[in-house]
Nanobody, 128 residues
């Protein structure tokens, strides 16, 4: 399987914005979902935002980022995005893009153990 490739990370001050991108293999329409995860040093990997690959493109966000982050996809470019606004120091982490091809239940879209195809990550650092 083709490994996703993330980009767009960097260092910003609190209140700033970044947009992450993830280039993947062509979507299998109607199946699975794509998700952004993050992991800070000493902490477990957590789901941040997820989008289903079907026509409805249902989205699911972690409570900590809801209202500040927006996940989207461009099927023509095989690319997943994460627009991050009003960044906070606690958003500092390595951000990963992951894909799964099985059916995504709403309740497990943000669970990392459900995913089997991961990118290498892109670092986001937010200073106060």
């Amino acid at each position: 399987q083709v490994q996703p490739v993330e980009s767009g990370g960097g260092s910003v001050q609190a209140g700033g914005s970044l947009r992450l991108s993830c280039v993947t293999a062509a979507y299998t329409f109607g199946y699975g979902c794509m998700t952004w995860f993050r992991q800070a040093p000493g902490r477990e990997r957590e789901g941040v935002a997820s989008i289903k690959n079907d026509a409805d493109a249902y989205k699911n966000y972690a409570r900590s980022v809801e209202g500040r982050f927006t996940i989207s996809r461009d099927n023509a470019k095989n690319t997943l995005y994460l627009q991050m606004n009003n960044l906070k120091p606690e958003d500092t982490a390595m951000y990963y893009c992951a894909a799964r091809g099985d059916y995504c239940y709403t309740g497990d879209m943000l669970r990392p153990e459900k995913y089997n195809n991961w990118g290498q990550g892109t670092q986001v650092t937010v200073s106060s």
